[in-house]
């Protein structure tokens, strides 16, 4: 179920507290098996080796460069919760976000290369594994592993930087393959007999001297402060959530959010709010969610969006392994990755 800006479902109660009912929670929740995606959502969706993509935006606008893009949830967060989904040997093709780009490994293996023509540096992520990249460079992936892979992603701002930079090759190879990328950030499928609106002109190209400023790190540069590994992550929320990105977090960074990792050993029973939309993002296991008017089970690959000033708790609702990623938003400001 979509659910629209101002659509929140939230009612006061005599006391003041909020409560929901379990359908208005319900349309807060997009699950696993009924993500929408789209083939078509970017540049490269005709390029051999990038054509078997799909993309899910699953909180806020994102930045799908597509009229088809589905949008499960619009209300404003302060970030975006999307998802990359590809079969093995797929490539996301080389390209730069003004804001964070966070990625964790849902399934699969992936490898993340980044740098002009993607040969600076690269790193390879297991499943529960999370990806801090930096602003300003080219990036790719690819799904290294032997079945599809998922990785879910959080975007900083409620507008995603406001869209890709692309690498100028991934532009060139689309139009050998049909695809015209317009300077209003939508495509244009000539294949279809589409053609760029009067008035609007192709994307420039990045120059020769625009170029200078996208670093090319190397993977020494890159590893330590801002990947974090999911049996890491695991030990040390044995007994506390882990602070995974923020000022304090395990990756230093003021993104516009903050990312906490939590374990069986680390969920508490205790009815809790935040004065912001929260996202849970279960990895591993089944998680219950309570609060004053219901329930509600999640599962890996869930998306859940918990309003601002609602109490509640999460906890596992089955034995065996148990993990989940939980994002709210800061009063920092999107934009570049932090050197503090």
């Known amino acids: 179920m979509q ?32 993500l929408k995606p789209c083939k078509t959502a970017f540049i490269d969706a005709h390029t051999p080796g990038s054509d078997q993509k799909e993309n899910f935006t699953i909180i806020g606008g994102g930045v799908s460069e597509s009229r088809d893009q589905h949008v499960h949830i619009a209300l404003p967060h302060g970030f975006n919760i999307g998802a990359a989904g590809q079969p093995p040997k797929c490539l996301n093709s080389l390209h730069s976000h003004r804001t964070a780009e966070v990625f964790f490994v849902l399934k699969g293996r992936w490898r993340f290369f980044w740098g002009r023509w993607g040969d600076a540096g690269e790193v390879v992520l297991e499943e529960g594994d999370i990806f801090n990249i930096p602003t300003g460079i080219f990036r790719g992936f690819e799904n290294i592993g032997t079945d599809y892979g998922m990785i879910m992603a959080i975007l900083g701002g409620d507008d995603a930087g406001g869209g890709v930079v692309w690498a100028p090759q991934v532009i060139e190879d689309a139009g050998d393959h049909g695809l015209v990328l317009g300077e209003n950030g939508r495509l244009y499928d000539t294949k279809k007999g589409e053609s760029l609106p009067d008035g609007v ?68 029973e205790a009815m809790h709010s935040h004065n912001r939309p929260s996202v849970l993002m279960p990895m591993r296991g089944h998680w219950r969610v309570t609060w004053a008017g219901g329930e509600a089970i999640l599962a890996p690959g869930d998306t859940m969006s918990v309003p601002e000033d609602l109490p509640h708790a999460v906890v596992p609702s089955m034995t065996g392994e148990a993990s989940l990623y939980h994002v709210v938003a800061t009063d920092d400001p999107a934009g570049p990755t932090w050197q503090g």
């Open 3 to 34: 659910v629209a800006p101002g659509e929140t479902g939230r009612k006061e109660t005599k006391m003041g507290t909020e409560t929901m009912t379990p359908a208005e929670m319900e349309a807060r929740i997009v699950r696993y098996g009924e």
């Open 201 to 268: 002109g192709p994307m420039p190209l990045l120059s020769d001297e625009a170029l200078k400023d996208f670093p090319e790190p190397a993977a020494a540069e890159v590893v330590p402060g801002s990947v974090a590994r999911y049996w890491d992550l695991y030990a040390m929320a044995a007994h506390s959530p882990a602070k995974v990105i923020g000022e304090t977090g395990l990756l230093h960074d003021k993104p516009g959010f903050e990312v906490d990792f939590i374990t069986r050993g680390s969920a508490k």
